[in-house]
């Protein structure tokens, strides 16, 4: 896996549709590797999809085999409902670059893994990885019955 924007494009080049499944609705696309799926929270970035798992389109309509032969309408667009969303999904797809994408990861990386933390009180990890010591208490296979 390439930590880059990749997921941007998938999102709107993909034709995603809703797949119901006993856990909820999470979609997926009709292309060779269907065992690739995103989240009610993936898809919502860029599209207006109904909340629940009441979900009733396609992200592509004209992806005819991701979307199974057009039989569901294309889902519109979030940027009349969620237009930050919609409008960072657009930053971070942009094809000239991923410096967007890695501006903005760096910012919420930060907040993050320092939340609640002042500056004095956390530390710098050290970039040698040396071999740790084996763990002196070894676990069990089931754990012991309490009395």
């Known amino acids: 896996t390439i930590f880059n924007r990749e997921f941007y494009r998938q999102t709107i080049n993909r034709g995603w549709r ?3 499944i006993s856990a909820g609705t999470d979609w997926t696309w009709g ?3 269907r065992g690739v799926m995103m989240l009610n929270t993936d898809i919502c970035l860029r599209f207006n ?3 629940g798992n009441n979900q009733n389109c396609c992200t592509n309509v004209g992806r ?3 979307c199974r032969n057009n039989t569901l309408p294309q889902c519109p667009d979030s940027s009349s409902v969620r237009p930050e969303a919609f409008q960072a999904f657009e930053r ?3 094809r000239r670059s991923d410096v ?3 501006e903005a990861f760096s910012t919420a990386w930060v907040k993050a893994t320092e939340n609640g933390y002042d500056s004095n009180s956390l530390n710098d990890l050290d970039d040698a990885c040396d071999p740790t010591n084996q763990p002196v208490n070894i676990p069990t296979l089931a754990p012991f019955p309490t009395q």
């Open 31 to 33: 292309g060779n590797n």
């Open 92 to 94: 971070f797809n942009d």
């Open 49 to 51: 999809i109904p909340e």
């Open 18 to 20: 809703p797949r119901h």
């Open 64 to 66: 005819q085999n991701d």
């Open 100 to 102: 967007p994408f890695f």
